[in-house]
């Protein structure tokens, strides 16, 4: 026989083999991959993955287990491989190697529409078994905590979400800026900022200011507004959108006399913040709306070496807003400070709009001599042209 003749007649015998399979004779399908083994398919994974098949099928796992090694040999991320040894493993209550493949299916696996259904399937079975493991291996770690005779801390907890995927991690992602070393706080405890009592105690000053300005149906432009000199980019749909507005008192380090004339109270109160100054860039003071049904997606800040501050003034229910994990809700007079570059959001649920004071401060660990140098550093930027576009709420 030929060597064209002796391929065809291996092909034929893999043909017959995906037959039996479909027919449910595992017995033949094993023989008929076995005679294409043995006519020098050897290099090819389905005669392999066939024989592991039928293998599952008849109970000899250690047989499937020999010819799923052939096959990720040949293929190292073949997906059904994966799964099936994965799914030996699990029969056999082996659970860290079962573990292992099922995860290792999830990691190579191509988008869900280029998946054929047995693929999705698989999947699915290795979803539902590692969801299986972790509620079994959570169980097993609280009951042994439960034996220790001390109070739990909210920082353990929090860790132990973390440890069992309950929750996400979030790090500092600015755009521009880095300073290593600072811990990723998404709000800052409130007793940092003692300055902060004068600035809520101004609350209805502010706003009866705020009122004036929110007369004039001109006086907010989109916070998000497009620069010719820059590449346009869609920014989550708030580009030039006029639903989420800003009036500022003060914009990129300048002054904005005329908007300072009319909130005189706004800027005494805040002379006691630490306000992060640097000419030509920072800070920006301003009073931000956000008009109803409008949400402001998931997004970070530009450096970590700053805060935003909210000082919320008009506040309807439905409103809310998330650093990180931490979900909040705005409360008319009561001032936070939050680490922007931690992914954040903010929407508006109501039928009103929410408007707040929203301004930028030095973070309280960045030292004096280090913020002198951060704002020579960032100066010396702005006089070569400027700063990447920034967005933060």
């Known amino acids: 026989m030929t060597t064209r003749n002796k391929a065809q007649a291996a092909q034929n015998q893999v043909a017959q083999g995906v037959q039996f399979l479909s027919k449910g004779d595992a017995v033949r399908a094993r023989q008929a991959f076995g005679a294409a083994l043995a006519a020098g398919l050897n290099d090819d994974v389905t005669p392999h993955l066939g024989i592991a098949m039928a293998c599952m099928h008849l109970g000899d796992q250690r047989a499937a287990m020999a010819a799923l090694d052939q096959v990720l040999a040949l293929e190292p991320r073949h997906l059904r491989a994966l799964v099936f040894k994965a799914d030996i493993f699990d029969a056999a209550g082996d659970e860290k190697a079962a573990s292992s493949h099922y995860q ?7 988008p869900e529409d280029a ?5 999705k399937n698989d999947l699915e079975r290795a979803r539902a078994a590692l969801a299986r493991y972790a509620s079994g291996f959570s169980n097993y770690l609280r009951s042994e905590l439960a034996k220790v005779d001390a109070p739990m801390s909210p920082r353990f907890a929090e860790a132990l979400d973390l440890l069992e995927g309950k929750q996400k991690i979030y790090f500092q992602e600015p755009h521009f800026f880095y300073f290593p070393g600072l811990a990723p706080v998404t709000f800052f405890p409130r007793e940092l900022f003692p300055w902060m009592d004068k600035l809520e105690a101004a609350t209805d000053a502010i706003r009866a200011e705020l009122q004036g300005i929110l007369a004039d149906p001109n006086a907010f432009a989109p916070y998000i507004q497009g620069d010719p000199r820059r590449a346009t980019i869609a920014q989550g ?3 030039n959108n006029p639903d989420w507005g800003a009036y500022y008192l003060v914009k990129d380090g300048m002054a904005m006399l005329d908007a300072i004339a009319r909130c005189p109270t706004t800027m005494e109160v805040l002379k006691d913040a630490p306000i992060s100054s ?3 860039v920072s800070p920006s003071i301003m009073f931000s709306r956000l008009k109803p049904g409008t949400r402001i997606p998931p997004h970070t800040g530009m450096t970590n070496t700053r805060l935003i501050c909210h000082l919320p003034l008009i506040v309807p229910g439905g409103c809310g807003f998330r650093v990180g994990r931490d979900v909040r809700h705005w409360e008319e007079g009561k001032a936070w400070a939050f680490d922007d570059t931690i992914e954040h959001e903010a929407w508006n649920d109501s039928a009103e709009e929410r408007v707040i004071l929203l301004f930028e401060i030095w973070r309280p660990d960045i030292t004096e001599a280090e913020r002198t140098h951060i704002a020579a550093l960032f100066e010396a930027v702005h006089k070569q042209g400027g ?4 967005w933060a709420i």
């Open 237 to 239: 749909g708030m580009m």
């Open 387 to 390: 700063l990447p576009q920034d």
């Open 278 to 280: 640097i000419p030509g």
């Open 104 to 110: 290792a299916a999830l990691m190579v696996a191509p």
């Open 115 to 119: 998946l054929a259904t047995e693929q």
